[in-house]
């Protein structure tokens, strides 16, 4: 597939919009980094942005292609776990001054922060990628943590994305496996973007939809080669992600990579930072909610639809909500009070169509065949239960549709009755 070709943007015969991508130039290859040089050619003064961990990939490679018009570093500590909050923000808007040119070096966490502070800051970025670890390196959302809560900002793309192989192949394996899980995950996404445009009649691409489909195909079919480090795994799952990433640009929303798995992997990263509790990597988290997702739909299906849309005591749902998001949760009150989701009868719908649903959550990959796809990178399911427990996974099933504003098949479990 040629990126660079699909960037030039069309017009879709299938939605009949006009599918278009602002990023210049994509590169994924052996040595890739040296491009750097022509990419920046008519910059002066370059902020670079990094953590030890990243910089330590590729900042001697990074430094030597841009040479001396690095005039800025914010270096973060490799030592803990970086968050896209308010403080992380400061750290680099502290330093752009009159910088004409961000280059960060990194994967999620940074290329989110870089994609913020460009955005606002109306300065272009460079993200020279360290990890195939997600999905958000073409889209145009960045993935921020803000009054604790978590937020896709709308913001830029980058100018250029440099996937240099030689350096993604070395990549934490853990990183590695993230980025296979945020693709598997896709399964999920798409599943819940069908039955959202059935529910609400939302917005749906079918030429997005296939691609992103085919991405997941052709992610299947470099498990092995993950595990060994094969460079061309590497580079056709570094793609993958990268269009997923247009797909998402093309659709205006991260609907077509995003739902009900990530909403999960949300409320367990939230909930972990907030209380101080471990998580897994975004990615694994994905992954591993994509099976959880996969029961919720072999559940549903094995149920009657009632004749009375559930909905919880208003006081007993607050006092759930608090216990299990604490500072936050009175921001998750407030965007479902302002969206009117409880207030919503949705059961009506959901009996007139229920023939169309039930076929739609038909579609998805059953439970085991997911845990099997994840087995292949060495995931198992059995350390997600052994990390968060079934109490914490039932109360993610329950509330972390509350923390977006984004219907999936949280809210038809939740609606239905558990």
Request: proline share 3%; aromatic share 8%.
């Amino acid at each position: 597939m040629n990126i660079n070709e699909i960037l030039k943007g069309f017009k879709c015969s299938s939605c009949q919009r006009e599918h278009k991508c602002q990023i210049e130039s994509v590169y994924i290859e052996g040595g890739a980094i040296s491009r750097l040089s022509e990419i920046a050619k008519d910059y002066k003064k370059i902020l670079l942005v990094a953590d030890e961990n990243t910089y330590e990939a590729a900042g001697a490679k990074t430094e030597e292609a841009l040479k001396n018009k690095i005039q800025g570093r914010v270096i973060f500590s490799g030592r803990t776990v970086l968050i896209p909050d308010e403080r992380a923000i400061e750290s680099v808007n502290s330093k752009v001054g009159d910088s004409d040119l961000i280059v960060g070096i990194g994967s999620g966490v940074i290329q989110d922060l870089c994609k913020y502070v460009s955005f606002f800051s109306r300065i272009p970025y460079v993200i020279v990628a360290t990890a195939p670890s997600m999905d958000g390196y073409a889209s145009t959302g960045a993935a921020m943590i803000l009054k604790g809560m978590k937020e896709t900002v709308p913001a830029g793309l980058p100018l250029a994305i440099v996937a240099d192989t030689e350096v993604l192949k070395n990549a934490p394996m853990e990183m590695i496996k993230a980025g296979y899980g945020d693709i598997i995950g896709k399964y999920s996404a798409l599943n819940d973007w069908l039955l959202s445009n059935v529910v609400n009649d939302e917005y749906l691409c079918d030429y997005i939809y296939k691609t992103t489909f085919e991405m997941i195909e052709k992610t299947l079919k470099t498990a092995k080669g993950l595990l060994a480090r094969d460079e061309e795994s590497v580079k056709n799952l570094t793609e993958a992600l990268i269009v997923v990433g247009i797909m998402m640009s093309f659709a205006t929303t991260s609907r077509p990579a995003s739902g009900s798995e990530h909403h999960l992997s949300h409320f367990f990263e939230i909930t972990g930072i907030v209380k101080g509790e471990p998580y897994f990597p975004h990615g694994i988290d994905v992954a591993y909610s994509t099976i959880i997702t996969a029961e919720i739909r072999e559940s549903i299906l094995n149920k009657e639809f009632p004749n009375k849309q559930y909905c919880e005591p208003k006081e007993e749902y607050q006092a759930k909500i608090a216990e299990s998001y604490g500072s936050v949760a009175d921001g998750c009150i407030a965007l479902q009070e302002r969206l009117g989701t409880y207030k919503r009868d949705r059961l009506s719908i959901y009996k007139a169509n229920e023939a169309k649903i039930r076929e739609i959550l038909k579609m998805m990959p059953s439970k085991q065949e997911i845990i099997e796809m994840l087995g292949l990178v060495g995931l198992d399911i059995n350390e997600f239960y052994k990390l968060y427990g079934e109490e914490k996974i039932k109360r993610a099933i329950r509330y972390a549709k509350d923390l977006k504003d984004r219907y999936t098949v949280l809210w038809l479990n939740y609606d239905i009755g558990e």
